[in-house]
């Protein structure tokens, strides 16, 4: 049996996560018909039926499951050893840090002066992205270590928790239930988040738009004028709300909704030396600024 190539196991997952041979060839961005010859070639070769297909419906079988998640597995891995082959061979490769602008924990600036007094190379690449993006980005190769907030899909990567603390809701001043000085979720079963989702439902960091929702604001200033008219509330880990107090916006505890846990995450087959100053240095930041977050928390309800 020959091995299967990546570009079968593309088509494969195209399929596979469509569930429809139409829609799989949109997204390639060819046709139909050789799309589903390629499929038929691939159970040939596997001596396997990877769906059933019949004029209503494409389910993969159970072999065809197995498949998808190690198809997955493996792209990821060709993607990201092209990623990290083109890092090593530029002139003056930096490390690169993924994460998302103001969701650091405010270690950032601190981890970065404490890393640059370790290792002498360039200062590193900051690779921002949406929320839940940083592991999927380390996966793919696209960064060498990142600041993510648990849980995340830890698929391929190892992590250490760095800083716990409070998520509190951000509401518009105006809003009467910023009289309390303390809410539960029940409380906000009828204000919507930023992605749509009713905020009684609890996701601290949920900005996935809902069906039917119009687009999520995409950075803290769009969110924060949001919350201000009154349209949505945000939960804010406690650094974030301390770091951008609003006369229009009024932060308060949630006594139901869990922490937020910072994490500095990267793969587990890393070697780098880089990497590793960097884990240390957030690590030794992270330990310094622990004793600060329960003051930090109270200056921000009052």
């Given amino acids: 049996m020959n091995d299967l190539e990546v570009r079968q196991l593309r088509y494969f997952v195209a399929v596979a996560e469509e569930l429809h041979f139409g829609r799989a060839a949109a997204r390639l961005g060819m046709a139909q018909p050789p799309l589903s010859r390629t499929i038929r070639d691939i159970e040939r070769q596997l001596g396997v039926a990877l769906f059933e297909r019949t004029t209503r419906q494409v389910k993969l079988t159970a072999a065809g499951e197995v498949l998808l998640r190690d198809a997955r597995t493996a792209l990821e891995a060709v993607t990201a050893a092209a990623h990290r082959a083109r890092q090593a061979g530029s002139a003056s490769p930096r490390l690169r840090v993924a994460l998302k602008a103001d969701v650091d924990g405010g270690l950032l600036p601190q981890v970065l002066d404490t890393y640059g007094a370790d290792d002498a190379s360039l200062p590193p690449e900051l690779v921002l992205g949406g929320f839940g993006e940083q592991p999927q980005a380390l996966r793919d190769g696209l960064a060498d270590v990142g600041l993510v907030l648990c849980p995340f899909d830890s698929r391929g990567l190892d992590s250490e928790p760095l800083l716990t603390e409070p998520v509190l809701v951000a509401l518009a001043a105006a809003d009467p239930l910023a009289a309390r000085t303390r809410l539960c979720l029940d409380d906000l079963a009828d204000r919507k988040l930023p992605g749509g989702s009713p905020a009684g439902h609890g996701r601290p960091v949920e900005h996935t738009p809902q069906p039917g929702a119009t687009r999520p604001a995409s950075n803290l200033s769009e ?22 107090p609003r006369p ?12 937020a846990t910072l994490a500095v995450a990267w793969p587990q087959d890393a070697r780098s030396p880089a990497v590793a100053a960097f884990v240390r240095a957030a690590c030794t930041v992270a330990a310094a600024q622990h004793a600060q977050v329960e003051p930090l928390v109270q200056s921000t309800t009052t």
């Avoid at 349209?231 to 974030?240: D, G, M, R």
């Fill in 248 to 259: 229009g916006i009024s932060y308060r505890p949630v006594c139901d909704l869990p922490d």
């Fill in 223 to 244: 969110i924060f004028s949001l919350v201000e008219t009154g349209s949505i509330v945000f939960f804010a880990p406690a650094s974030v709300a301390q770091r951008y």
